[in-house]
């Protein structure tokens, strides 16, 4: 059995391809970077049409793409996940079409007012992030419906691990705890530390993907924890562990609006097919944070 990962050199990347290995899985993966994976542009469809020809994968993950919402991302989001998902799809029904496709989806394409979201929440377009999702998801169903392709959407709410990029909230305040248990006396500046979110890891979020895609009852999915926790929550925990008072350390910026104050889902179809996460808010934490 053959596996390709568009996107491996991403923490999801990482984690799905640790898990394929423990499966006996051979791995293909793909990076538009230098690294030890086939270098390319998922955008590219001449470049995918001939991996996906070359290697007949069982399975191909697509998770390519840039992780900020901000319109500055406009074309590379545009690229890797609208461009980069029809060229994957229409790669795969040329060629190898019995593989079983798998696409990204995130919890910021849907409309959200603060109440769990489902697999009905309608879609919003609130940034270029969220059109290029949108597009992607309408991609697969057309795929699915048109052609009988077997595409599957997981809609990843938040996620984190120690690969986590910095510029996320969550890593930036583990690194930053770490540097002030080493002595820094640096000053945090952070937005709304009252957003409400899930912390989920990103090793149980994989593994709700490839319990997915191993059968043939559910094709979208939201994963998440259900659970929702603030920053300030997760500040708090991180600079008890190092017995400091986060307040001596953090400046909140002022007049921030952050993108929504509460993002969390509503699990119960992932859960369905046997999903649960394994590790809880608390536990994610202490991964993140090491041995201080």
């Known amino acids: 059995m053959k596996a390709m990962i568009f996107g491996v050199n991403g923490q999801d990347g990482y984690y799905l391809t640790e898990l394929l290995r423990l499966n006996n899985i051979e791995i293909v993966g793909v990076s538009p970077f230098e690294d030890n994976w086939i270098k390319g542009d ?9 991996l996906i020809k070359s290697h007949q994968p069982n399975y191909i993950f697509h998770f390519a793409a840039s992780s900020t919402t901000h319109h500055s991302a406009l074309f590379d989001n545009h690229n890797a996940i609208s461009t980069g998902t029809i060229n994957i799809l229409e790669s795969v029904k040329l060629n190898c079409s019995t593989a079983k496709v798998f696409l990204s989806g995130s919890a910021m394409q849907f409309k959200n007012d603060g109440l769990p979201i489902d697999e009905k929440t309608p879609f919003q377009a609130s940034s270029p992030y969220s059109v290029a999702r949108i ?31 910095e510029q996320h909230v969550n890593q930036k305040i583990v690194k930053a705890v770490k540097r002030i248990a ?45 659970k929702a926790y603030s920053i300030r929550d997760w500040l708090e925990y991180c600079f008890k562990k190092t017995k400091n008072n986060w307040q001596d350390f953090v400046e909140i910026k002022q007049n921030y609006i952050p993108e929504y104050t509460i993002l969390v889902s509503n699990p119960k179809l992932i859960r369905s097919i046997g999903w649960q996460p394994r590790v809880d808010f608390y536990q994610l934490a202490d991964l993140m944070l090491g041995d201080l």
């Open 182 to 226: 080493a002595g820094s006396k640096e000053k945090l500046e952070l937005g709304n530390i009252d957003v409400q979110k899930e912390f989920n890891y990103a090793g149980d979020v994989v593994e709700a993907v490839w319990m997915l895609v191993n059968q043939d009852k559910v094709f979208e999915a939201i994963i998440g924890s259900g």
């Open 42 to 50: 998922v955008g590219d469809f001449k470049f995918v049409e001939a």
């Open 135 to 165: 597009q992607s998801v309408y991609a697969g169903r057309y795929y699915r419906e048109t052609f009988g392709l077997q595409v599957y959407v997981g809609y990843f709410f938040n996620h984190d691990s120690p690969l986590s990029a």
